[in-house]
């Protein structure tokens, strides 16, 4: 062959040891089109096993219809021979699946470096890459949306005060702003490629985070329980007021588990996720959990300073939680109950 000849057996020999455990996969294929030399990762890459040396290349081309963008990378680099050639594509498997390459082309040279005989191909598996990069991407469209909501919230509470709070009440305020926030997650979850799991709402380990959940919850209500019960005995609270005050029960508490569903999707599902994939891969759980928290913090404005501490610290024991548990389902029920205490055990 032309390119056998140009660069000697000795070379090729030479050429065969280097690339032979290289994890990309090089193909030499010379100026009439004909593949002189292929490491063995080309066929692991390719999932073609039919492919010999002096065969032209054309023929890979046959019943490959679904590749056709690779071919041409290939036919243009070799035909093409006054430039440098690179770029990614799609490639699809033979047995089904596909893979993202990142393909470049550089000239072989004849041994004494005057004549191109012909094209070095190299092929690199960047589908983990590109995975990761799409969702970098994904998760900054779903930060955008988030951070739109926080700006629509704060010209509506602007309006809210100007209008003398009579437009919605505060619980109003809170709903509405959730609405969006739960309606721009699900778009995003249903336009990008995140996952169920990426937004909180997979099943692995669900029965334990449940379980350790159920137990956290049942913990804090005693403690409550019984520190009221001693700032009764002590005269700090009325002691002949009722327990419970169930009197306090309004809408609010009716439609709280959906409160609560929506408040721990759109902060730990999508805030907090979105930031694990954007921050640096060496950033530590606590910036996207202290971020988040203090968003779900912000959209409580209208219900004042303590309440907006209040509901961050809290977030905050959430965000720890679900960096170890990775799913919501578990923390609705401390939300939820703990939620609910403040209005049935403290009244407020």
Known sequence: MMAEEGMGRTDMAMVSRITRDLKDAVMLVDTSGSIVYFNPRVEELLGRKDIHTGMKYALLMDGDKGND???????????????????????????????????????????????????????????????????????????IAMLAIFVLYNFAY????????????????????????????????????????????????????????????????????????????????????????????????????????????ITRGAMQGALRMVLPENTPDVVAIIISSLYFGALHLHKGLVFMIGATLLLSVFGFIYSRQGTIWGLCIPHYFLGLSLTVIWGA
């Not at 490639?91 to 012909?118: C, H, M, N, T, V």
């Open 158 to 265: 602007c309006i809210w005060i100007a209008a003398g709070k009579n437009l919605l009440t505060a619980e109003n305020m809170t709903t509405v702003f959730m609405t969006f926030g739960v309606i721009g997650t699900l778009f995003g979850l249903r336009f990008t490629s995140l996952t169920v799991a990426d937004f909180g709402l997979g099943t692995k380990g669900l029965k334990k985070s449940l379980l350790s959940n159920a137990l956290l919850t049942a913990v804090m209500i005693m403690i409550m329980l019984t520190v009221k019960l001693l700032l009764r005995k002590n005269g700090v609270m009325d002691p002949e007021a009722p327990f419970f005050r169930w009197d306090l029960w309004s809408l609010g508490e009716t439609i709280y588990p959906l409160t609560v569903f929506s408040q721990e999707l």
């Open 69 to 143: 963008e690779l071919h041409q990378f290939v036919l243009d680099s070799v035909y093409d021979k006054d430039r440098v050639h690179k770029g990614e594509l799609r490639y699809k498997l033979p047995e089904g699946g596909e893979l993202f390459l990142q393909i470049s082309s550089s000239y072989a040279f004849s041994e004494d470096q005057r004549e191109k005989i012909g094209v070095i191909l190299q092929f690199s598996d960047i589908t983990e890459e590109h995975r990761l990069r799409i969702r970098y991407f994904d998760a900054t469209k779903i930060l």
